[in-house]
Protein backbone atom coordinates (compact mmCIF):
# COMPACT_ATOMS: atom_id res chain seq x y z
CA UNK A 1 0.00 0.00 0.00
CA UNK A 2 1.65 3.53 -0.82
CA UNK A 3 1.99 5.44 2.59
CA UNK A 4 -0.44 7.70 1.72
CA UNK A 5 -3.00 5.21 2.08
CA UNK A 6 -1.90 3.28 4.70
CA UNK A 7 -4.02 4.89 7.26
CA UNK A 8 -7.42 4.24 5.07
CA UNK A 9 -9.49 1.32 6.75
CA UNK A 10 -8.84 -2.05 5.41
CA UNK A 11 -12.59 -2.37 4.91
CA UNK A 12 -13.35 1.31 3.59
CA UNK A 13 -10.28 1.86 1.83
CA UNK A 14 -9.11 2.30 -1.43
CA UNK A 15 -12.59 1.82 -3.14
CA UNK A 16 -12.77 3.85 -6.64
CA UNK A 17 -9.40 4.04 -9.20
CA UNK A 18 -9.24 5.32 -12.44
CA UNK A 19 -6.12 5.69 -14.33
CA UNK A 20 -6.06 8.63 -16.55
CA UNK A 21 -5.38 8.88 -20.32
CA UNK A 22 -2.68 11.27 -19.35
CA UNK A 23 -0.79 8.28 -17.26
CA UNK A 24 -2.11 9.76 -13.73
CA UNK A 25 -4.30 8.11 -11.17
CA UNK A 26 -7.27 9.10 -8.92
CA UNK A 27 -7.97 7.06 -5.79
CA UNK A 28 -10.73 7.76 -3.49
CA UNK A 29 -11.19 6.39 -0.11
CA UNK A 30 -14.98 4.60 0.27
CA UNK A 31 -14.70 5.50 4.08
CA UNK A 32 -13.54 9.27 5.75
CA UNK A 33 -10.99 10.00 7.95
CA UNK A 34 -13.65 10.87 10.93
CA UNK A 35 -17.83 10.19 11.62
CA UNK A 36 -18.22 13.93 11.72
CA UNK A 37 -17.00 14.17 8.04
CA UNK A 38 -18.46 14.53 4.79
CA UNK A 39 -16.18 14.57 2.16
CA UNK A 40 -14.06 11.02 1.68
CA UNK A 41 -10.11 10.96 1.69
CA UNK A 42 -7.91 11.29 -2.02
CA UNK A 43 -4.98 11.05 -3.68
CA UNK A 44 -4.07 11.76 -7.37
CA UNK A 45 -0.88 10.34 -7.99
CA UNK A 46 1.57 12.20 -11.28
CA UNK A 47 2.30 8.70 -12.03
CA UNK A 48 2.17 4.63 -11.56
CA UNK A 49 1.92 4.35 -7.21
CA UNK A 50 3.22 1.34 -6.89
CA UNK A 51 6.50 2.91 -8.87
CA UNK A 52 6.64 5.08 -5.51
CA UNK A 53 5.06 8.02 -7.24
CA UNK A 54 4.21 11.03 -4.45
CA UNK A 55 0.79 11.89 -4.01
CA UNK A 56 -1.21 14.81 -3.80
CA UNK A 57 -4.07 14.73 -1.46
CA UNK A 58 -7.71 16.08 -1.72
CA UNK A 59 -11.04 15.29 -0.43
CA UNK A 60 -13.77 13.82 -2.37
CA UNK A 61 -17.07 15.34 -1.81
CA UNK A 62 -20.10 13.15 -2.99
CA UNK A 63 -23.66 13.53 -2.37
CA UNK A 64 -25.06 13.49 1.06
CA UNK A 65 -25.40 10.17 2.52
CA UNK A 66 -22.97 8.46 -0.47
CA UNK A 67 -20.21 6.76 -0.68
CA UNK A 68 -17.64 6.41 -3.63
CA UNK A 69 -16.74 3.26 -5.29
CA UNK A 70 -16.21 2.95 -8.84
CA UNK A 71 -14.82 5.30 -11.58
CA UNK A 72 -13.94 5.29 -15.13
CA UNK A 73 -12.54 8.31 -17.16
CA UNK A 74 -15.00 9.14 -20.39
CA UNK A 75 -13.57 10.44 -23.81
CA UNK A 76 -13.74 14.15 -23.39
CA UNK A 77 -11.56 13.97 -20.06
CA UNK A 78 -14.08 14.15 -17.30
CA UNK A 79 -14.23 10.94 -15.05
CA UNK A 80 -17.78 9.70 -13.86
CA UNK A 81 -18.18 8.16 -10.61
CA UNK A 82 -20.47 5.72 -9.15
CA UNK A 83 -21.53 6.58 -4.90
CA UNK A 84 -24.14 4.52 -3.56
CA UNK A 85 -25.61 4.25 0.02
CA UNK A 86 -27.47 1.86 1.91
CA UNK A 87 -31.14 2.10 2.75
CA UNK A 88 -31.85 0.09 5.65
CA UNK A 89 -35.10 -1.84 5.70
CA UNK A 90 -36.43 -5.26 5.11
CA UNK A 91 -34.52 -6.54 3.32
CA UNK A 92 -31.83 -3.25 2.90
CA UNK A 93 -31.26 -2.12 -0.43
CA UNK A 94 -28.95 0.33 -2.30
CA UNK A 95 -29.60 3.75 -3.81
CA UNK A 96 -26.85 4.69 -6.21
CA UNK A 97 -25.73 7.50 -7.92
CA UNK A 98 -23.85 8.78 -11.03
CA UNK A 99 -21.36 11.90 -10.54
CA UNK A 100 -19.25 13.46 -13.15
CA UNK A 101 -16.25 15.45 -11.95
CA UNK A 102 -13.29 16.95 -14.10
CA UNK A 103 -10.27 15.60 -13.01
CA UNK A 104 -8.69 19.09 -13.98
CA UNK A 105 -10.36 20.83 -10.69
CA UNK A 106 -8.60 18.36 -8.43
CA UNK A 107 -6.05 20.58 -6.33
CA UNK A 108 -3.52 19.86 -2.89
CA UNK A 109 -5.66 20.17 0.07
CA UNK A 110 -8.67 20.57 -1.96
CA UNK A 111 -12.46 19.88 -2.34
CA UNK A 112 -13.28 17.86 -5.61
CA UNK A 113 -16.53 17.51 -6.58
CA UNK A 114 -18.91 16.64 -9.11
CA UNK A 115 -22.23 17.10 -11.14
CA UNK A 116 -25.07 14.28 -10.19
CA UNK A 117 -26.27 12.95 -13.42
CA UNK A 118 -28.41 10.16 -12.42
CA UNK A 119 -30.13 8.23 -9.64
CA UNK A 120 -30.72 4.86 -9.47
CA UNK A 121 -33.40 4.17 -6.31
CA UNK A 122 -35.57 1.76 -8.56
CA UNK A 123 -36.75 -1.41 -6.86
CA UNK A 124 -36.66 -3.24 -9.53
CA UNK A 125 -33.19 -2.72 -10.54
CA UNK A 126 -31.40 -1.36 -7.42
CA UNK A 127 -28.25 -2.96 -6.30
CA UNK A 128 -24.88 -3.06 -5.10
CA UNK A 129 -23.78 -1.96 -7.95
CA UNK A 130 -19.58 -1.23 -7.99
CA UNK A 131 -18.31 -1.72 -10.96
CA UNK A 132 -18.25 1.12 -14.11
CA UNK A 133 -17.04 0.50 -17.74
CA UNK A 134 -17.35 3.14 -20.67
CA UNK A 135 -17.63 2.52 -24.43
CA UNK A 136 -17.85 5.39 -26.44
CA UNK A 137 -21.02 4.77 -29.28
CA UNK A 138 -22.10 6.69 -32.16
CA UNK A 139 -22.32 10.48 -32.25
CA UNK A 140 -21.10 11.09 -28.92
CA UNK A 141 -23.06 9.07 -26.58
CA UNK A 142 -21.45 6.81 -24.41
CA UNK A 143 -22.74 3.34 -22.95
CA UNK A 144 -22.46 3.10 -19.38
CA UNK A 145 -22.07 -0.27 -17.69
CA UNK A 146 -22.66 -1.15 -14.33
CA UNK A 147 -22.10 -4.25 -12.45
CA UNK A 148 -23.37 -5.50 -9.37
CA UNK A 149 -21.95 -7.54 -6.31
CA UNK A 150 -24.19 -10.22 -4.55
CA UNK A 151 -21.96 -10.84 -2.10
CA UNK A 152 -22.90 -14.20 -1.70
CA UNK A 153 -26.04 -12.36 0.43
CA UNK A 154 -29.59 -13.60 -0.22
CA UNK A 155 -30.75 -9.64 -0.44
CA UNK A 156 -28.45 -8.81 -3.26
CA UNK A 157 -27.95 -9.78 -6.83
CA UNK A 158 -25.07 -9.86 -9.49
CA UNK A 159 -26.68 -7.52 -12.40
CA UNK A 160 -25.16 -5.98 -15.33
CA UNK A 161 -27.25 -2.95 -16.22
CA UNK A 162 -26.26 -0.76 -19.27
CA UNK A 163 -27.07 2.66 -19.56
CA UNK A 164 -27.09 5.16 -22.73
CA UNK A 165 -25.81 8.57 -21.93
CA UNK A 166 -24.82 12.07 -23.84
CA UNK A 167 -22.06 13.71 -21.70
CA UNK A 168 -22.34 16.90 -24.07
CA UNK A 169 -25.81 17.58 -22.48
CA UNK A 170 -24.04 17.75 -19.20
CA UNK A 171 -21.63 19.69 -19.93
CA UNK A 172 -20.50 22.82 -17.09
CA UNK A 173 -22.24 26.34 -18.21
Do not use: C
Amino acid sequence: RPKPMQEWASNSGPEAMVRLADGRFVVISEGKSDWGETAHPALLFPSDPVEGAKAQRFVFSPPKGFRPVDMAQIPDGRVLIIVRAVRFGIPPRFAVKLVVADPTDISEGGVWQGREIATIDDRAISDNYEGIAIIPGEDGLLDVWLISDDNNALVQRTLLLKLSWDPAAQKPD
